[in-house]
């Protein structure tokens, strides 16, 4: 059973650092091809949207709004994955989320697996 637990969110000020950690237990990575990892947010009235991912070969994606600011990093020998957080905006705040992808049907990557979410609150 894959599991995904959160950890690092927390109240900080605009212009501050977090780092958010995900401990991933039961998710074989060989088994999905080229497929990866990432951190999604949602906002208080807002759709969840990809912050940034990691695939399987290292190649990362971020969204515009995040680049340069946060960073996703792994740690295969641990099972972690990391978003490390720098000069943080009020409009970062959010509950973001862990998650991970699986092959489907040997095909295309399609995100299967979430964490529980942990909160990130930045205020002015």
């Known amino acids: 059973q894959v599991q995904l637990v959160e950890s690092g969110g927390d109240s900080v000020q605009a212009g501050g650092s977090l780092v958010l950690s995900c401990a991933v237990f039961?998710?074989?990575?060989?088994?999905?091809?080229?497929?990866?990892m990432g951190w999604y947010r949602q906002a208080p009235g807002k759709e969840r949207e990809l912050v940034s991912s990691?695939?399987?070969?290292?190649?990362?994606k971020d969204a515009d709004s995040v680049k340069g600011r946060l960073t996703i990093s792994q740690d295969n020998d641990k099972n972690m994955l990391y978003l490390q957080m720098n000069r943080l905006k009020t409009e970062d705040t959010a509950v973001y989320y862990c998650?991970?992808?699986?092959?489907?049907?040997?095909?295309?990557?399609?995100?299967?697996?979430w964490g529980q979410g942990t909160q990130v609150t930045v205020s002015s």
């Open positions: 039961g998710y074989i990575s060989g088994n999905h091809g080229n497929c990866g």
């Open positions: 990691t695939m399987k070969d290292g190649t990362t």
């Open positions: 998650a991970a992808e699986i092959w489907k049907h040997y095909y295309y990557c399609e995100w299967k697996y």
